[in-house]
C-alpha cells in the first residue's frame, strides 16, 4: 500500500510542468516517465515509445534562431567512423557511446570527462556494417551498452567500472552488438546483429541488475523459446512458412532494437531478412522474417505479429522501430497504434493491441516491388515483374531495377512524432538499385550464387528528404529534400520544432507544422545521430552526436559521389539558448 | 666487465658483414615489394580444414610453407576470417585492409583465378591457379551403392550442403524447389561430413577436395563422384594466389615460383598428403 502510495506520489511530481533531474539510482517508474520527465533521457527514444517528442517549449519557433553552442565534446583517439549514438542523461550527467565500442560519461553543465571506458576488442574481429553504436540504457546506478564482439556491459553510473558482462552470443560466428538496450520492468532486452549466415533474430531478457538471462524468444518459426531455463513455447509452427529445413538458419536479425509502450504491456521489435537472399529457394511468408512481432515482457511469449515484406527477396530488413501513439478513429474514440516507416518504402500503421492493420501508403516516391498494401488482408500486392529473377530457371538471373534500395527508404534513421502536430517526420532516402543474380561469384573456398547491386539516386538533386506524414490520411504535409542520403533520427518538441541532423554536417531546425528552416549549425563532420532535449537549471539544452559513417559509405555504389568528400569525426555538440 | 678483442670474434663481425653485404646484392627484386623484409606475409582462411586450421595446419598452410621456402622467406601466416564474399576477403585482406586495423598480406591463398571476377577485383591480379576443384558428392555406400543422378534425394535420402554455398544454391533450386525437404544445412563441410559418418544423412555436396580431405585416411564405406548438373552456379573452378596488382615483380615471382610446385610434383605430394586426389589446373581456365 505505502508502495503504492510513493509510485502515485510520483507519478504526481511528473505530472508537474517544470520537473528537474532526479537524483539516484533509475527506477521502472522513471523509465516509463521519461517521455514527460524534462529533466533527464533516461531511454533510446526520449520514452520507450520511441515517439523522440519533448514537452519542453522553452526553445521554440519564435527563439530558435538564438540556438548557439554551449560546449563540444571531442571523443578524441584515432579512431573515428560512424558515431550514431543517442546520449542518455541522468543526475548531471550525459552518457554517451562511440565507434569502436567506447563509452564516455560527461558533466552535463560543462562538457567535462567524467570517466570514459574502451572495451577491449578481441583480435580479427570483423564486424560487418561500420563499428557504430546507438546508445546505452540507464537503470538503477548502472549504465549498460552492448559492444562489436557481442557482448553486453553494465558499468557503474558513477566510476566507469564494469559492474556485469555478459554474451550475447559468439562474435566468432559473426554476431556483433550496435543498438541501444531496452529496460522494460527491470530487465535489459536485446536483440543480436551481424551473421548474415547461419544466424537466427531473437530478443533475449535480462535482470538489468545483474546481467542473468530470463528469458530468449526467436523470432523464426520452429525454435523454442526460454523462460526461466525452461522451455517456453516454439516460435509459430514449424515449417509452416519455410521450406525443409531452411527456418533454422532464417536470419530474420534483431539489430536496431525494440519498443515498449506500458499501456499494451507490449515489446515491439522488427525483425530482418530472411536467408538465403534468393527468394525462390525459400517459397512460403518466411515468418516471422520482415516483421513487427510484439512480445509480451512478463512471459517472453508473441503475442502478434504483422509481416511487412513477405518471401522478402530485395533484402528489406524489416528491423525499423514500432513508435506507438494515439489516433483519432472515424467515431472520434482514440485508437492505441503505432507507425513504421519500414524499409520497403511504406509507412504502416497498425493496432499496437492486435497488430491489425489500420493504414499503409508510401512515404517515399518510388516503390517499385509492390502497387500497395491491401488494407483488408494486409498483405502487399506484388509486381511480379520487380522480383529478382529466378536463377534456377535462368543462368544469368534477369537486372531488375528496384525502388528503394536495400539501404530503404529508411534504414537506422529515427522516425519522431509529434502529439501536438499529429504528424510523423521521417527521415526518407529517395534511391533505387540494380539487382541482379551473379552466377560468377565466389566465397570461401567456393564458387556460389551471389547478387549484385549498384544503388542508384532517383533524382539529381536530393535522396534524402525529411518528410511529415499525417499517419490517418496518409498525405504528406511537407518536405525538405537534402542531398545527401539522410542518416540520423529526428526530435520533435512542444515548441514546435523538429531537430534532425545531415551527413553535410548540419543539425537544423524546423518548423513543425510547415517544415519551414529556422536554424541551422555546422557541426564539423557529418551527423548521423538522433538528437534530443532536456532542462537543467531553468534552461533547455540540445545535443546531438556527429562523425560520419554508417552503411553508406561502405555500400554507396553510385551514392558514393555525394558522399566521399565528407570527413570524419567524433564529437557531442550541446547548444542552449544565447542569453 | 670488458670481453677481450679476440680474433675469432673479429673474424665473426667481418664474416657477418660480408655476408649482409652478400646478401644485398642478391636481393630479387621482388624483395622490395614485400611489406616487411625477408618475410612472406601469406593469408590463408581460418577454420577451413583440410586447407587451412589454426591447430592442424592443411593444404594450404603447407603451400604457403612451401613457397615461402622457395623464395627463401621467412613465413608468417595470416589468418583470415571470410566476410560474405571472395571481394571482401581480397580488399580485408591484400589491398586495402580492415577498418578494424589489421594487418594485410602480401598475398592470399585459395583465391578464385578467373579473368571475369578479376575484373571486379582490379586491385588485385589473380594468378598461378594450383589446382582445379569441383563441386561433387560424398556417399554412404550402404545407402547408396550407386550414383548416377540425384534421384535418390527425390525420394528417401538426404543430403548435406554448407549453408550459403554453392551446392545450397544449386540443390535448393533444382526441379523448382522439389528436393528442398531432402536438403540439410550445416554451417562448414565439417560438421555436413560428420553428419554423413554418424548416418544422419546419406551424402554431402561440396568442393571435392574438401569433401575427400575431411573423409581423411579411413574411408572405407564412402565415395566422393561427380553427377552430371548445368544449374546457375558454377561448378568447377581453379584456385590460386591473389597478389596485389602494384606488385609486378612479386607477381613474376611468385608465379614463377608457384609453376615449379607443381611441375616437381612438390604440390600433388601436398595434396595427397592431406588425402585428397590431385587434380592439376586447367591451361584453358574456368570456362564461362
Not at chain 2, 256 to 271: P, R, T, Y
Request: charge should be neutral; aromatic fraction near 10%.
Amino acid at each position: 500500500m505505502q508502495r503504492k502510495t510513493l509510485s502515485m506520489l510520483v507519478a504526481a511530481a511528473f505530472a508537474g510542468a517544470s520537473l528537474t533531474a532526479v537524483a539516484g539510482p533509475v527506477t521502472d517508474d522513471m523509465i516509463l516517465n521519461d517521455a514527460k520527465s524534462t529533466g533527464d533521457v533516461l531511454s533510446f527514444g526520449m520514452g520507450t515509445q520511441g515517439q523522440r517528442y519533448s514537452t519542453l517549449s522553452k526553445i521554440n519557433t519564435g527563439n530558435v534562431s538564438k540556438l548557439v553552442p554551449a560546449w563540444a565534446f571531442q571523443f578524441g583517439g584515432e579512431k573515428q567512423r560512424g558515431q550514431e549514438s543517442q546520449p542518455v542523461i541522468h543526475d548531471g550527467k550525459i552518457f554517451v557511446t562511440a565507434s569502436y565500442s567506447r563509452m564516455y560519461a560527461v558533466d552535463a553543465k560543462t562538457g567535462r570527462e567524467l570517466w570514459q571506458y574502451d572495451h577491449r576488442l578481441p583480435e580479427g574481429i570483423m564486424p560487418c556494417c561500420d563499428v557504430v553504436n546507438r546508445g546505452a540504457a540507464l537503470y538503477d546506478n548502472l549504465v549498460i551498452f552492448g559492444t562489436l564482439d557481442a557482448q553486453l556491459v553494465a558499468l557503474d553510473q558513477n566510476t566507469g567500472k564494469v559492474v556485469w558482462k555478459e554474451k550475447l552470443d559468439e562474435f566468432s560466428a559473426g554476431y556483433s552488438y550496435t543498438a541501444a538496450p531496452l529496460v522494460v520492468k527491470g530487465l535489459v532486452i536485446t536483440g543480436v546483429s551481424g551473421g548474415e549466415f547461419g544466424i537466427v533474430g531473437r530478443l533475449d531478457a535480462r535482470d538489468a541488475k545483474t546481467g542473468k538471462i530470463v528469458w530468449t524468444r526467436p523470432v523464426v518459426e520452429g525454435h523454442m523459446g526460454y523462460l526461466n531455463g525452461k522451455e517456453n513455447g516454439i516460435t509459430g509452427e514449424t515449417n509452416a512458412s519455410w521450406p525443409g529445413d531452411t527456418w533454422k538458419t532464417g536470419g530474420s536479425s534483431t539489430w536496431l532494437g525494440a519498443t515498449y509502450d506500458a499501456k499494451t504491456n507490449l515489446v515491439y521489435v522488427g525483425t530482418g531478412n530472411p536467408a538465403p537472399w534468393n527468394s525462390h529457394t525459400r517459397p512460403g511468408d518466411n515468418l516471422y522474417s520482415c516483421s513487427t512481432v510484439a512480445i509480451n515482457p512478463d512471459t517472453g511469449k508473441i503475442v502478434w505479429h504483422y509481416q511487412n515484406t513477405p518471401n522478402d527477396g530485395w533484402d528489406y530488413d524489416g528491423v525499423n522501430e514500432f513508435v506507438t501513439f494515439d489516433m483519432k478513429g472515424a467515431d472520434g474514440k482514440a485508437v492505441r497504434a503505432g507507425g513504421k516507416a519500414d524499409r520497403n518504402g511504406f509507412f504502416y500503421v497498425n493496432d499496437a493491441e492486435t497488430g491489425k492493420l489500420l493504414n499503409a501508403f508510401p512515404f517515399v516516391d518510388k516503390v517499385t516491388w509492390a502497387s500497395k498494401i491491401d488494407l483488408a488482408s494486409g498483405r502487399p500486392v506484388y509486381n511480379d515483374d520487380n522480383r529478382p529473377g529466378n536463377p534456377g530457371a535462368d543462368k544469368q538471373g534477369k537486372t531488375v531495377f528496384s525502388a528503394p534500395s536495400f539501404l530503404g527508404g529508411k534504414n537506422q534513421q529515427q522516425i519522431a512524432y509529434s502529439p501536438d502536430t499529429g504528424l510523423f517526420y521521417v527521415p526518407a532516402n529517395e534511391w533505387g538499385m540494380d539487382i541482379w543474380n551473379e552466377p560468377i561469384s565466389y566465397k570461401k573456398g567456393a564458387a556460389f550464387l551471389g547478387a549484385g547491386f549498384n544503388i542508384k539516386p532517383l533524382n539529381e538533386d536530393y535522396i534524402g528528404a525529411l518528410r511529415a506524414f499525417d499517419p490517418k490520411s496518409g498525405k504528406k504535409v511537407w518536405e525538405v529534400k537534402n542531398n545527401a542520403p539522410l542518416w540520423g533520427g529526428a526530435m520533435t518538441t512542444k515548441g514546435g520544432l523538429v531537430f534532425y541532423g545531415t551527413p553535410e554536417g548540419h543539425l537544423k531546425a524546423l518548423d513543425a507544422k510547415s517544415g519551414k528552416e529556422l536554424w541551422a549549425f555546422q557541426t564539423g563532420s557529418g551527423v548521423v545521430a538522433p538528437p534530443v532535449t532536456w532542462e537543467q537549471d531553468g534552461e533547455q539544452y540540445i545535443a546531438v552526436v556527429s562523425g560520419w559513417g554508417g552503411a553508406v559509405p561502405l555500400w554507396g555504389g553510385d551514392v558514393a559521389k555525394r558522399v566521399n568528400f565528407l570527413n570524419q569525426g567524433g564529437a557531442l555538440w550541446v547548444f542552449k539558448l544565447a542569453k | 666487465m670488458i670481453l677481450p678483442c679476440s680474433v675469432p670474434r673479429l673474424l665473426a663481425t667481418a664474416l657477418a658483414a660480408a655476408l649482409t653485404l652478400a646478401a644485398l646484392f642478391a636481393t630479387p627484386a621482388y624483395a622490395l615489394e614485400l611489406r616487411k623484409p625477408g618475410v612472406l606475409r601469406v593469408a590463408v582462411y581460418n577454420d577451413f580444414p583440410p586447407f587451412s586450421d589454426r591447430e592442424s595446419g592443411g593444404i594450404d598452410v603447407d603451400i604457403a610453407k612451401a613457397l615461402a621456402g622457395k623464395l627463401g622467406l621467412k613465413l608468417d601466416l595470416a589468418w583470415a576470417e571470410a566476410d560474405e564474399k571472395v571481394e571482401d576477403d581480397l580488399r580485408n585482406y591484400v589491398w586495402k585492409g580492415h577498418y578494424m586495423g589489421n594487418e594485410i598480406a602480401d598475398l592470399m591463398l585459395h583465391m578464385p583465378v578467373d579473368p571475369v571476377f578479376n575484373e571486379r577485383v582490379k586491385q588485385v591480379k589473380l594468378l598461378a591457379p594450383y589446382f582445379a576443384e569441383n563441386l561433387m558428392v560424398a556417399r554412404d555406400v550402404k545407402r547408396i551403392p550407386k550414383l548416377e543422378n540425384l534421384e535418390p534425394f527425390f525420394q528417401n535420402h538426404d543430403i548435406g550442403v554448407e549453408v550459403g554455398g554453392g551446392s545450397d544454391a544449386f540443390l535448393m533450386a533444382l526441379y523448382a524447389g522439389r528436393m528442398q525437404n531432402h536438403i540439410k544445412h550445416f554451417k562448414t563441410h565439417a560438421q555436413a561430413i560428420e553428419a554423413l559418418r554418424k548416418g544422419e544423412v546419406s551424402a554431402v555436396m561440396g568442393p571435392r577436395t574438401e569433401l575427400e580431405g575431411l573423409l581423411g585416411g579411413d574411408r572405407e564405406g564412402y565415395a566422393v563422384s561427380a553427377i552430371e548438373m548445368t544449374g546457375p552456379v558454377l561448378t568447377f573452378w581453379q584456385p590460386g594466389v591473389a597478389v596485389k596488382a602494384d606488385k609486378p615483380q612479386l607477381i613474376a615471382a611468385v608465379e614463377k615460383a608457384m609453376a615449379e610446385l607443381v611441375a616437381s610434383g612438390e604440390m600433388a605430394a601436398i595434396f595427397e598428403r592431406h588425402h585428397a586426389r590431385y587434380n592439376p589446373p586447367r591451361a584453358e581456365g574456368v570456362p564461362h
